[in-house]
C-alpha cells in the first residue's frame, strides 16, 4: 500500500517521516529539481532535463521546482509493502486511482504551526498569516489516517505507528 504523508507546513511531516523510516519503515526518496546543498530533505537532485527525460510513478511541480516519486516503489508496492511518500495533495487523486493508497495527515493546530514557522526564520508574520489561512481539503473518498502533532515528536511518531498498525492488510 502507499501511504501518502500530506499536511501542512510546520506540521512536522519530515520529523515524523524520519522517525518512521528510523522504525524500519520504507519511505520514498524524492527526486526534485533542486541541488543537494540546497538543503531540506535528503532527496535526489536532479536538472529540469535530467527529470524531464525520467519515468516516475508520480510528478507534480510546487513552488517553481519539478517533484518524483521514482517508478521503483512499485516493486516494493506489488510486494506487498507499505510505502509512505511525502505527495502533494494535486496527486492524491491520480495515486489513489493508480495503487492501494491511503493518506497519513500531520497536523497541528494553528498557533503551534504559526509557532514554528515563525521559528525557522524564513517568512515575515504576513506570510505565516496567509500560509495558515490556506485552505488545502483532501479529495473526497480517501481513506485518511490523522496524526495530531502537538506534542513531542516521540509522540507523533508513536501516534503515526499505530495508524500504520492499523492499516489494512
Given at each position: 500500500?502507499?501511504?501518502?504523508v500530506?499536511?501542512?507546513?510546520?506540521?512536522?511531516?519530515?520529523?515524523?517521516?524520519?522517525?518512521?523510516?528510523?522504525?524500519?519503515?520504507?519511505?520514498?526518496?524524492?527526486?526534485?529539481?533542486r541541488?543537494?546543498?540546497?538543503?531540506?530533505?535528503?532527496h535526489?537532485?536532479?536538472?529540469?532535463?535530467?527529470?524531464?527525460?525520467?519515468?516516475?510513478?508520480?510528478?507534480?511541480?510546487?513552488?517553481?521546482?519539478?517533484?518524483?516519486?521514482?517508478?521503483?516503489?512499485?516493486?516494493?508496492?506489488?510486494?506487498?509493502?507499505?510505502?509512505?511518500?511525502?505527495?502533494?495533495?494535486?496527486?492524491?487523486?491520480?495515486?489513489?486511482?493508480?495503487?492501494?493508497?491511503?493518506?497519513?495527515?500531520?497536523?497541528?493546530?494553528?498557533?503551534?504551526?504559526?509557532?514554528?514557522?515563525?521559528?525557522?526564520?524564513?517568512?515575515?508574520?504576513?506570510?505565516?498569516?496567509?500560509?495558515?489561512?490556506?485552505?488545502?481539503?483532501?479529495?473526497?473518498?480517501?481513506?485518511?489516517?490523522?496524526?495530531?502533532?502537538?506534542t513531542?515528536?516521540?509522540?507523533?511518531?508513536?501516534?503515526?505507528?499505530?495508524?500504520?498498525?492499523?492499516?489494512?492488510?
Amino acid at each position: 500500500m502507499l501511504v501518502a504523508v500530506v499536511g501542512p507546513s510546520g506540521a512536522g511531516k519530515d520529523t515524523v517521516l524520519e522517525g518512521l523510516r528510523r522504525g524500519g519503515h520504507v519511505i520514498a526518496r524524492r527526486a526534485i529539481t533542486r541541488p543537494a546543498e540546497a538543503g531540506g530533505e535528503d532527496h535526489i537532485a536532479m536538472t529540469e532535463a535530467e527529470f524531464a527525460a525520467h519515468d516516475f510513478a508520480l510528478q507534480w511541480q510546487a513552488h517553481g521546482l519539478h517533484y518524483g516519486i521514482p517508478r521503483e516503489i512499485e516493486a516494493a508496492l506489488a510486494a506487498g509493502q507499505v510505502v509512505l511518500a511525502n505527495l502533494s495533495r494535486t496527486v492524491l487523486a491520480e495515486a489513489a486511482a493508480r495503487y492501494p493508497f491511503a493518506v497519513l495527515e500531520i497536523t497541528a493546530p494553528p498557533a503551534i504551526l504559526a509557532a514554528r514557522l515563525a521559528a525557522r526564520g524564513r517568512e515575515s508574520a504576513e506570510d505565516i498569516a496567509a500560509r495558515l489561512a490556506r485552505a488545502a481539503p483532501l479529495p473526497p473518498g480517501l481513506l485518511v489516517l490523522r496524526v495530531v502533532n502537538d506534542t513531542t515528536p516521540e509522540a507523533a511518531i508513536a501516534a503515526a505507528e499505530a495508524c500504520l498498525a492499523a492499516l489494512p492488510r
